[in-house]
């Protein structure tokens, strides 16, 4: 088992910054790619921004040039820095894993609202 654990979300203006992070534990030894998916009210989860362990990123277009997400190896920690925030980012930020074989493991969930 893999357990994620963020932490960061919160409460900002338009045009405001936010930085979520999120630590892996357990058995974290064979995870080959972590990220972030975002989840708004009434709206089906989607991908915000992926790192796999050969570092190269992919981000959704709604938030590309925005959103920088990134990974200490050695701290088994992914970060999701959020710059230029808009209210339409507003949604729960869930972590994921996912481990060699397909195994898909997710955080509880980090509220981020955006107010205009």
């Known amino acids: 088992q893999v357990q994620l654990v963020e932490s960061g979300g919160g409460l900002v203006q338009t045009g405001g910054s936010l930085r979520l992070s999120c630590a892996a534990s357990?058995?974290?030894?064979?995870?080959?790619?972590m990220g972030w998916y975002r989840q708004a009210p009434g709206k089906e989860r989607e991908l915000v921004a992926s790192?796999?362990?050969?570092?190269?990123?992919t981000y959704s277009g709604a938030v590309k040039g925005r959103f920088t997400i990134s990974r200490d190896y050695a701290r088994n920690t992914v970060y999701l820095q959020m710059n230029s925030l808009k209210p339409e980012d507003t949604a729960v930020y869930f972590c994921h894993a996912r481990r060699v074989g397909g195994l898909d493991y997710w955080g509880q969930g980090t509220q981020v609202t955006v107010s205009s």
């Open positions: 790192i796999p362990n050969d570092g190269i990123t």
């Open positions: 357990g058995m974290i030894f064979n995870i080959n790619a």
